[in-house]
Every structure is written in C-alpha cells, then in structure tokens.
C-alpha cells in the first residue's frame, strides 16, 4: 500500500505565502511523477503543478510565476511553494502521485489539505 499525507495548508492573506509538503511512504519501487491538483465546491479538481522524476515541470496558467514545485526524492516528498496568494487560490489541495510499485503503476492521491486565502 502507498500512502500521500499532506500538510502546510491554513489561513493566509491575500499577497502571502505558504508551503505544502506531500509525503509519500510504503512500498514503493519508483515514483514516477508527483503534482498537486486543486478544487473548489461544485467544481472540477485542476491542475495545479507537476513534476516528473527527471525534474521536467508543468505549471497550470494561473499559478505560473507564483508557485514552484519541487521534490526531494530521497525523502519521497513533493512540496508547492505558493507565494503572491490569491482569493482564488483557495481551494483544497490534493497530492497526486504516479508511483510504482511490486503491483505495477498507480496513480494515487493524498486526503486534501484545504488552503483559505483572505483577509
């Protein structure tokens, strides 16, 4: 079994920041890529970053130049570095990870961690 845990969502204010951290752990042979999605109620979940493990990332329009993905693979954890937040960014965030494992490829997701921008 694999498991995504976020955390680093809160209450922030509008132009602040914040960093969401998504670790994954069990029996994991390779992760492929990891991202993080977003969504509102009543609303489709949306990409927010990607990143494969040769470091190629993806950024959705809305988010470019304003969050960075990054991960740490001997700690098998992807982080979002949010910053010049919005009222629009709030959502919850999901982890999203690609992941190999004895069972073959899945894709699997954390619980959510919900971020809340206003003043």
């Known amino acids: 079994q694999v498991q995504l845990v976020e955390s680093g969502g809160g209450l922030v204010q509008p132009g602040g920041s914040l960093r969401l951290s998504c670790a994954a752990s069990?029996?994991?042979?390779?992760?492929?890529?990891m991202g993080w999605y977003r969504q509102v109620l009543g609303k489709q979940r949306e990409l927010v970053a990607t990143i494969t493990s040769g470091i190629s990332t993806n950024y959705a329009d809305s988010v470019k130049g304003r969050f960075t993905i990054s991960r740490d693979n001997a700690k098998n954890t992807v982080y979002l570095q949010m910053n010049s937040l919005k009222p629009e960014d709030t959502a919850v965030y999901y982890c999203?990870?690609?992941?190999?494992?004895?069972?073959?490829?899945?894709?699997?997701w954390g619980q959510g961690t919900q971020v809340t921008v206003s003043s």
């Open positions: 069990g029996n994991i042979f390779r992760i492929n890529a």
């Open positions: 999203n990870g690609r992941i190999t494992t004895l069972m073959g490829l899945r894709e699997y």
